[in-house]
Structures are given as structure tokens and as C-alpha cells.
């Protein structure tokens, strides 16, 4: 799996961003799709997943009620819509496929970085 994340951006603060996750090498239908960030000086954390099956969601806390996964199985791709963007919010973030809802992911995309300005 193959796994290229996109839609980074400079934006100022309480704007929008929405960020892409193209999969290639396999259809993903029975994974688990995750979004994670690294902010400067940071370690990674985790802030969004979802079920490719069913649907299902997961945030962070840090990002509830402002940030939205969702997927599209046709085309083989994940989003992650942002709003109300923090200056927090500044990281590079990273899409990340496992078969399984635990376990190690098989594949990380290679960042697309996403800087709020207050």
C-alpha cells in the first residue's frame, strides 16, 4: 500500500483546510485509515481514524467538533476536513494504513505540512 497525502497549506487562523490521502497498490476497503501530525518540537500524535468499512470515526480530543474524516472507497482515498484552524494545529501531518483497528500500520504517507498563522 502506497499512500500519498496532500492538500497542505498556509492559512490563517479560524480558516479551513482539507487534506487528502491517495491510496494506490490495493483497494483499502477493510482498513483502518488514520491521520497523525507532528508539530515542531513535538512527538507524533494521533488525531483522527476511520473505519473504511463501516464508516466509523474516531478523533483526538484536541480536534473534536472541528476536524472531520471521512473516506471515499470508490476512488480509494481518505479526507480530513479542518475548521477552525489553531495555530496549535501547525504540524506536518501524515496518512497511515492498517488492516486492523490495532496493531502496527502498514504504510505512512510523506507528510503535508499545514501552518496556521494567528
Known amino acids: 500500500v502506497q499512500l500519498q497525502a496532500s492538500g497542505g497549506g498556509l492559512v490563517q487562523a479560524g480558516g479551513s483546510l482539507r487534506l487528502s490521502c491517495t491510496v494506490s497498490g490495493r483497494t483499502v476497503n477493510n482498513y483502518y485509515m488514520n491521520w497523525f501530525r507532528q508539530g515542531p518540537g513535538k512527538e507524533r500524535e494521533f488525531v483522527a481514524s476511520?473505519?473504511?468499512?463501516?464508516?466509523?470515526?474516531s478523533y483526538a480530543d484536541s480536534v473534536k467538533g472541528r476536524f472531520t474524516m471521512f473516506r471515499d472507497n470508490a476512488k480509494n482515498m481518505v479526507y480530513l476536513q479542518m475548521n477552525s484552524l489553531k495555530p496549535e494545529d501547525t504540524a506536518v501531518y501524515y496518512c497511515?494504513?492498517?488492516?486492523?483497528?490495532?496493531?502496527?500500520?502498514?504504510?505512512w504517507g510523506q507528510g503535508t505540512q499545514v501552518t496556521v498563522s494567528s
Open positions: 497511515a494504513a492498517r488492516p486492523r483497528w490495532y496493531g502496527d500500520f502498514d504504510s
Open positions: 476511520i473505519s473504511m468499512a463501516a464508516g466509523s470515526t
